[in-house]
């Protein structure tokens, strides 16, 4: 039996490979049949602007990406259809969740970032934090009639990951475990040591199960307020997943009790956005991404809307490139821990992979009084709870 036989033998399994492998597969498999042709350009158009920026040839020659006789060539094939109408193709020949599925892989993948500059383009992109991270990048450079649709993705990730946050921080934030303090009331975390002891009495060997009648559980020791928390952000484009958490984070704790929180964000220029603290989306749909770094300018900054410098923390989130005076972001850092703030330079606060910083700036600030760190929000908010007792 020849291969052609064999695949004629199973023309779905055939047909469905050739959409997956696209036309460099044409010389081992059918050519797609009528009712898939529109299908399988809109995978092409895919395929080709990956290949394209590889420097490779969508000649449809049926040699293997890569293979012999591929010649380098820029830019894709003519008449390559506008990103909307691929998107409108996309959405009637596929379900909905294969739709959505290759919107988020052209953006992702395939770099077709043009996708994330056209307002129907955006309605059609699945909200989470990839993509969030990629329109808050390109934000600055989209056209004025695409920013209602860029909120709508804002909003959505935002209240995804805000009642995620609220959820872990809120014990968290509202008073630390004392391990020396215990209740039989359900204020904090298990004592499961202590509760075991307790419950010895009541072990049943017939079953092997001891049989709890009695819990014990931790208590938490009470936060003392008032506290200032001033959370300032780099702007730069490494630092957007940060700038995501920064701007959830402060609005979390903007909603505390005796909690003032301002929240600064910087590159070479400084801008106070505490007004819009307790509405994140606000917040992430003012940043600029980009851009060069003062960081001792805004250090500086910060220090002049310290009121209270025994209750204040002072968050510093950034990679600590600095592109102005490192002597100024010393002495700054340095007068801020003689008026006694407490202060964490944060070189990442993100959920994220390690964060990649100057450690050698990132020493000296921490000789100069402020500790460094790369934290996730639940763990910056522990340690702030602690600070706050």
């Known amino acids: 039996m020849s291969e052609q036989d064999d695949w004629t033998t199973a023309p779905d399994i055939g047909q469905r490979w050739r959409l997956v492998l696209g036309k460099y597969s044409e010389r081992r498999l059918p050519p797609p049949e009528q009712d ?29 990406p890569g293979g012999a006789g591929q010649q380098r060539s820029a830019g894709l094939e003519a008449g390559v259809p506008r990103i909307v109408d691929w998107l409108d193709t996309v959405n009637e020949l596929f379900p909905e969740e294969v739709a959505q599925e290759l919107a988020t892989e052209a953006v992702e993948r395939f770099g077709l970032t043009e996708v994330l500059t056209h307002p129907n383009a955006l309605d059609r992109i699945e909200p989470d934090l990839d993509t969030l991270k990629l329109v808050l990048s390109l934000k600055s450079g989209m056209a004025p009639n695409a920013l209602d649709a860029v909120r709508k993705i804002v909003a959505a990730v935002v209240d995804e990951l805000t ?37 010895l009495g009541t072990w049943d060997p017939d079953r092997q199960r001891l049989l709890i009648e009695e819990v014990t559980f931790y208590r938490r020791s009470a ?39 301002k929240l600064v964000v910087f590159d ?18 003012s940043v ?9 300018r805004a250090v500086t900054y910060c220090e002049q809307i310290v009121t ?57 600030v921490a000789q100069s009084g402020m500790p460094v760190a790369a934290m996730t929000p639940k763990s910056f908010a522990q340690w702030a709870a602690g600070v706050m007792q």
């Open 268 to 285: 070479t220029t400084v801008v106070d956005l505490s007004g819009y603290v307790d509405d994140p989306v606000e917040t992430l749909m």
């Open 163 to 199: 009642e995620r946050l609220r959820t872990e921080l809120q014990a968290v934030l509202t008073g630390r475990v004392d391990q020396f303090k215990r209740s039989r009331r359900p204020v904090g975390p298990v004592d499961a040591r202590t509760t075991i002891e307790r419950n």
């Open 288 to 296: 600029q991404l980009g851009g060069g770094t003062d960081i001792g």
């Open 36 to 64: 898939l042709l529109q299908a399988d350009a809109a995978l092409g158009f895919l395929y080709d602007r990956l290949y394209g920026e590889r420097g490779l040839r969508g000649d449809g020659s049926g040699q293997p």
């Open 308 to 364: 209270n410098p025994s209750r204040t923390i002072l968050a510093l989130v950034t990679d600590f490139y600095e592109g102005g005076s490192v002597s100024d972001l010393l002495n700054a850092v340095g007068r801020l821990s003689e008026s006694g703030v407490t202060m964490m330079g944060l070189a990442s606060l993100d959920d994220g992979a390690g964060p990649a910083f100057d450690h050698a700036t990132a020493e000296r």
């Open 223 to 261: 936060i003392r307020y008032p506290w200032e928390v001033i959370i300032c952000v780099d702007q730069s484009g490494s630092m957007v997943g940060s700038v995501i958490h920064s701007a959830i984070l402060a609005g979390i704790m903007a909603g505390l009790p005796g909690v003032t929180v």
